[in-house]
């Protein structure tokens, strides 16, 4: 409870009343002098955490792959805005554009379109893809990603977008809220309003929703519905809705109270992806899975390419490529925690989605 945001939130508590869960993550993850992006990279060993992209080229490659025949499906529509939402370091972009260059038609329709709001890791980003030969935009939200067709890709982006809790009490649902106790430490609380969700629950029991999340997958579809293209999203999250709290604070690559230190600690929601794709359905457009990102990345041919990546090299280095393998797509590590959705126009279906041949 020592930071300037700390301070910052305590003062607006004090002022304002108890905020919701959703306006405290947006504070930490967000504020723009003191917010957790808006401040550092986090990525990496010496980070907080370690993102897919980052572990290896090769999630970075299939990602590519599957967008290039994505395109293809969505019939070649050019130009098309290559969109990333969240793009961290650059890393997955980068690799994409590689894949993407091996097909003149597509790299000579495409748009690079960076979704960022921190300044630290637009810095970082524009390093990365320099020399890669295209021109990059930023924007600071999806809406001012500029007309067309799409080709959108976003991984571990909708865990940072705020969520809302409510706490089932008497038989009514009360949003979880974050207020200030007699010590003046950030505490969470349950708000004055009676909200009713409809759905029964036992006492106690922890709802959480995510209207961001939902808002922006039905603005996802709406653009492929009228425009064309596909999108892919990638993060951690469960297939079907349920209860229970996961906002979580994570830092030094070790669980935080989510609490304490505020903008100094990722703050993330596991993501309900049966929300998002039925708010993508509700849109109109096609939605396929969401499916575990061991079974996205293994039917692609995850194991191939390792396989010759690894060939020409030393035994240390096939040893680090095995592990990647592993780290990516073994079912105790990013494998079956990851899930991916995609939404395309209906009458299209992107392999490996849709029945196992
Ligand atoms: N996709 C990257 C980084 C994931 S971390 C990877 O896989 O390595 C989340 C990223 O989203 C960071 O780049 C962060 O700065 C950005 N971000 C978080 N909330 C955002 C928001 N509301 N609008 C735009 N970018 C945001």
């Avoid at 572990?55 to 590519?64: A, H, K, L, Y």
């Avoid at 940072?160 to 409510?166: D, E, G, H, K, M």
């Avoid at 794709?277 to 390792?306: D, M």
């Amino acid at each position: 409870m020592s930071t300037q945001l700390a301070d910052q939130i305590r003062r607006l508590i004090e002022v304002d009343g108890p905020i919701s869960v959703a306006a405290y993550m947006a504070h930490c993850l967000g504020d723009p002098q003191h917010g957790y992006y808006a401040t550092r990279d986090p990525f990496g060993p010496a980070g907080d955490f370690v993102t897919a992209p980052e572990v290896s080229q090769m999630f970075g490659e299939i990602v590519g792959a599957w967008l290039v025949h994505a395109w293809d499906l969505a019939g070649a529509p050019s130009p098309v805005c290559l969109v990333e939402l969240g793009p961290g370091r650059g890393t997955l972009m980068a690799d994409i554009l590689r894949v993407a260059a091996r097909h003149p038609d597509l790299a000579a329709a495409l748009s690079v379109h960076l979704v960022e709001t921190s300044p630290v890791l637009r810095a970082k980003q524009a390093s990365t893809l320099a020399g890669q030969g295209y021109r990059a935009d930023w924007h600071g939200c999806f809406a001012e990603v500029s007309a067309g067709p799409l080709l959108l890709v976003a991984n571990e982006f909708f865990d940072a977008l705020p969520i809302r809790q409510f706490v089932r009490v008497g038989g009514r649902w009360r949003e979880r809220v974050v207020g200030l106790d007699g010590a003046g430490r950030l505490v969470f609380g349950l708000g004055p309003g009676l909200v009713d969700h409809g759905a029964d629950a036992e006492e106690g029991a922890i709802m959480e929703v995510s209207p961001a999340g939902e808002a922006l997958a039905a603005d996802i579809a709406g653009r492929i519905l009228a425009e064309g293209g596909a999108a892919l999203i990638i993060d951690y999250g469960y297939t079907r809705g349920g209860l229970g709290a996961t906002l979580q604070a994570v830092r030094s690559h070790a669980f935080a109270d989510p609490l304490a230190d505020p903008g100094d600690a990722d703050l993330t929601a596991h993501v309900d992806f049966a929300a998002l794709a039925a708010s993508a359905a509700k849109a109109g457009a096609a939605v396929h899975g969401p499916i575990t990102q061991g079974e996205f990345l293994v039917p692609l041919g995850l194991v191939e390419r390792a396989g010759r990546l690894g060939g020409a090299a030393d035994e240390v280095t096939r040893e680090a490529i095995r592990a990647a393998v592993e780290r990516l797509a073994g079912p105790e590590q990013m494998g079956k925690l990851f899930k991916v959705l995609a939404i395309t126009r209906p009458g299209v279906t992107p392999p490996p989605f849709g029945p196992k041949i």
